[in-house]
């Protein structure tokens, strides 16, 4: 990234080679449709390009930067700007405060393909309307009284499967991972 | 503070996927500041396997030709601090798919062909206006000439009153003589003031080279009473005589006109046209 902010070409081609295919692919699992992915895949990384500067690394890694910039870009194409705003404001160009910079990127330790079987492996282990919650909450961008309205449940019970299916993929991340 | 592990863990999951809102947002947020290291934990967990969740996608190469548009975007940003300026419009352009860029483009031919259209109109327009003003301004100094012509008409009008309102005036009428039988002519002169108007008509048009000479023949002597020409010899004409050189009509044995030099001489020289003697 620091390269990057220094306009190194060469170093931002790598950063795309390297990121661009998972972003993209995070991209059309939230907007579902292609051409508007292409659009947004473009968008965050010339915003990459252009905000690389306002990076830092002490606040956290560059994947946490890139999907958390891409999930909101991607979020704020199927709902208004403004909604998500009123929600959970996650500024794009700086990483979450609290977030824990040593956290480890997910593409370094394992081969990025294996690592997502893993992932997916686990999502399907965990019960089917507590991976629902997660992904509507996560893909779609609801929030849990969103969610409980969409299914016709009670807010208490989406509260409930999201802890319970956040907790269960910990442990079933934390095995093999 | 929250109290309850549980309801942490509840908060903590719904805030690393996003979907706290309210009341609830901000106590959560509030919390994470004070965590103990055991929430601490609990937060970095659930942010860790939240961050793992785009790796569940199905993976998806994106064409190559966004990676080309981005690389042509970037690769036209001219300076980081021209960036900021031209950064959107950069942006957009690099956006657009070629499609859209074609309808771009034709979109901006059509307005460059407006324009230039419109451009050539306005010209026209300004070169229109510009004859309507040049006209405007011919027929307003000829529309000023006119009015000093009339000014001058009305100040000679005016003076040829002073001299017909005058209570005693003298008239001599002069006719035409061979040269000019059907001329005519006529004195009418204020002897007080010693002015005078001389009307003509019917005399033949003045040469470029010669003037009609008025004279006032004294006895046998003609003293030189001004020169005059004749612009419209079909038109009765009027001249102003200011200082008659006699006024006394008892003096006077005639009045003559002759055609003489421009600009008249000393003694006539020429043929007489018309002749008057007082009555």
New interface residues.
């Given amino acids: 990234m620091k390269r990057i902010s220094k306009k190194d070409e060469k170093a931002f081609e790598t950063l795309y080679d390297l990121y661009s295919k998972l972003i993209y692919s995070l991209i059309v699992s939230v907007v579902k449709k292609q051409d508007e992915a292409e659009d947004v895949l473009q968008e965050i990384f010339l915003q990459v390009w252009e905000k690389a500067t306002t990076f830092e690394s002490t606040k956290g890694n560059v994947y946490a930067w890139m999907v958390t910039l891409a999930r909101n870009r991607a979020i704020d194409r199927i709902r208004s700007k403004d909604f998500r705003k009123q929600r959970q404001e996650v500024e794009d160009t700086e990483i979450d405060m609290m977030h824990n910079p040593t956290e480890k990127n997910p593409l370094d330790s394992l081969v990025v393909g294996e690592r997502a079987e893993i992932v997916k492996s686990a999502l399907q282990q965990i019960p089917t309307e507590q991976r629902e919650v997660i992904q509507i909450a996560y893909y779609g961008g609801y929030s849990q009284s969103e969610i409980a309205a969409k299914l016709n449940l009670p807010l208490g019970t989406v509260k409930t499967r999201m802890r319970q299916g956040m907790r269960k993929l910990q442990t079933l991340l934390r095995e093999q991972l | 503070m929250i109290t309850d592990k549980?309801r942490f863990?509840?908060l903590c999951?719904?805030?690393?996927?996003?979907?706290?809102?309210g009341e609830e947002?901000r106590e959560f947020q509030q919390d994470?500041?004070e965590a103990n290291p055991e929430r601490r934990n609990i937060?970095?967990?659930?942010?860790?396997?939240?961050?793992?969740?785009?790796?569940?996608?199905?993976?998806?190469?994106?064409?190559s030709y966004?990676?080309e548009?981005?690389?042509r975007?970037?690769?036209t940003?001219p300076s980081?601090r021209a960036?900021n300026m031209l950064?959107k419009a950069a942006?957009f352009f690099?956006?657009i798919?070629p499609q859209v860029a074609l309808a771009v483009s034709l979109a901006l031919l059509v307005i460059i062909v407006g324009l230039s259209y419109y451009t050539f109109f306005l010209r026209e327009v300004v070169r229109q206006r510009d004859q309507q003003l040049t006209a405007l301004q011919a027929d307003l100094s000829l529309q000023r000439q006119q009015f000093i012509a009339l000014q001058n008409e009305l100040t000679r009008k005016e003076e040829f009153l002073k001299i017909l309102q005058s209570p005693k005036i003298d008239v001599v009428i002069m006719g035409g003589l061979e040269i000019s039988p059907t001329g005519y002519g006529k004195i009418i002169w204020d002897p007080e003031r010693k002015s005078a108007i001389l009307q003509i008509s019917n005399l033949p048009p003045v040469p470029k080279d010669k003037d009609y000479q008025l004279w006032v023949i004294k006895g046998q002597k003609p003293v030189s009473a001004g020169v005059f020409s004749l612009t419209d010899p079909e038109k009765e004409s009027f001249f102003k005589i200011d200082q008659l050189v006699e006024a006394d009509k008892k003096v006077i044995s005639a009045f003559a006109v002759t055609l003489e030099p421009k600009g008249g001489v000393p003694q006539p020289t020429g043929k007489m046209y018309l002749l008057g003697k007082p009555s």
């Fill in positions: 549980e863990e509840e999951s719904a805030y690393v996927l996003n979907a706290l809102e947002l994470l500041i937060y970095d967990e659930m942010r860790w396997v939240a961050l793992h969740l785009p790796l569940a996608s199905e993976f998806v190469e994106p064409p966004v990676k548009n981005i690389l975007a970037i690769q940003q980081p960036e950064g942006k690099g956006l798919k």
